[in-house]
C-alpha cells in the first residue's frame, strides 16, 4: 500500500453520507474512486492475479482505475446488489454467484488495505444473535431477550418479562401498495402469540422503561456519543421529533465499545442504547453500516473529520 494511493469507496449512487465523505477526502487531496460493485460488469471490470504478495490487478470505473495493490483504504458502505436481467433465471443466478465471490472475493483481499468495515466482518456482525452475545462478553448490560420458533417459549417469556418487545432479526424491505416499508419494533403481549410464530425464528426483548436513546458511533480509536430524547419507542420512526445532545459514557462504556469491535475485526460501529429512569445504559445493538452524517449538524461533533482521518489513514 502507497501513502499515495486512492481510497475505494463502495456504495449505491443515492449516498448523501458518502458524498461528503468523498468531497471532505477531495478537498484533502486524496484520491477516490467510488463506484457501486452492483454496477458490474457493465460499469465496472476487474483484473486480478494471485501472487506470493498477495492480489495484484486493476479494477477500472468508465472514469478511475485503481491499482489494486497501492489501494489506501475501503469504505464498504450499501452497494447494490448484483444483476444480470439479460439472462435467463438459471444462468443469472449462475452469474450472480461468480461476481460475488469473484469480484466480492478481490475486493475482500486486498494487500495493505485499512477496511471500514471489511464486507466479511460486516456479514459476521449483521446476525443478531452474535451481536448480543459479543455485547454480553465485552460488559454490556442487556436486556432479557430469546430468539424462539416455538410460540409457548415466547408466551412464557413475555409473562415473565413483561413489557416486552418484537424485533425483527433482520430487516428485508416490504413493499406496501408499491411503498418500501421495514418491519417496525413493536410491543407484544402473550395474547398476541400464535402458531404463527413456529413459522421461522423470532426476537423477543423486555422493553426498558427508557428515559432516553443513546446512539454512540466509534471512528477509530474516537467515540461520539449522542442522547436522543423523545416519546418513541424505535426513534426511527419520526426523526422530527427527535432532539439530541452531546453526552458523556458511564466508566467501562468506552472500553466495552472497542472490545465489542474487536471481537468482530471492525473498526467503526453505530450502537444503539437504551437509558433507563436510573441513567443505565442497555445494549440494544451495534450496526456495522449504520448512518452517522445526520447527527453531525445536530450536535457540532467533527465526525466527518473523523471519517476522513481514518480513510487517510491519519489514524492508523
Not at 41 to 58: C, F, K, W
Request: charged share 20%.
Amino acid at each position: 500500500m502507497s501513502d499515495l494511493g486512492p481510497v475505494l469507496v463502495v456504495t449505491n449512487l443515492d449516498d448523501p453520507t458518502a458524498d461528503v465523505v468523498i468531497s471532505e477526502l477531495h478537498d484533502r487531496g486524496i484520491p477516490v474512486v467510488r463506484f457501486d460493485s452492483g454496477e458490474f460488469p457493465h460499469a465496472l471490470s476487474v483484473t486480478a492475479t494471485i501472487t506470493s504478495n498477495g492480489v495484484e490487478g486493476a479494477l477500472s470505473t468508465p472514469s478511475r482505475t485503481a491499482d489494486l495493490t497501492q489501494v489506501r483504504s475501503l469504505y464498504y458502505r450499501r452497494p447494490s446488489g448484483f444483476t444480470f436481467p439479460h439472462l435467463d433465471e438459471q444462468d443469472a443466478r449462475f452469474a450472480v454467484a461468480q461476481a460475488r465471490y469473484g469480484l466480492g472475493g478481490v475486493l475482500a483481499s486486498l494487500p495493505g488495505c485499512l477496511y471500514v468495515n471489511h464486507p466479511h466482518r460486516i456479514g459476521d456482525a449483521e446476525f443478531k444473535p452474535s451481536g448480543l452475545a459479543a455485547a454480553a462478553a465485552a460488559g454490556f448490560r442487556l436486556p432479557p431477550t430469546i430468539i424462539t420458533s416455538d410460540p409457548d417459549a415466547a408466551r412464557s417469556f413475555v409473562k415473565q418479562h413483561a413489557p416486552v418487545i418484537y424485533k425483527p432479526l433482520s430487516a428485508p424491505l416490504y413493499r406496501i401498495d408499491g411503498v418500501s416499508c421495514t418491519v417496525e419494533v413493536a410491543e407484544v403481549v402473550a395474547d398476541d402469540i400464535d402458531e404463527a410464530v413456529s413459522g421461522t425464528a423470532h426476537l423477543f426483548q423486555q422493553r426498558i422503561e427508557k428515559a432516553a436513546d443513546i446512539r454512540v458511533t466509534v471512528i477509530g480509536d474516537r467515540v461520539f456519543p449522542v442522547r436522543i430524547d423523545s416519546d418513541l419507542l424505535d426513534w426511527r420512526t419520526d426523526y422530527s421529533r427527535l432532539r439530541y445532545s452531546e453526552v458523556s459514557p458511564p466508566p467501562g462504556i468506552v472500553d466495552a465499545l472497542h472490545a465489542y469491535l474487536a471481537r468482530f475485526g471492525l473498526v467503526f460501529g453505530a450502537f444503539d442504547f437504551a437509558v433507563d429512569r436510573e441513567g443505565q445504559w442497555w445494549f440494544l445493538e451495534c450496526n456495522p453500516s449504520g448512518q452517522w452524517y445526520w447527527l453531525e449538524p445536530e450536535t457540532g461533533l467533527p465526525m466527518l473529520e473523523a471519517m476522513a482521518d481514518l480513510l487517510e489513514r491519519k489514524m492508523c
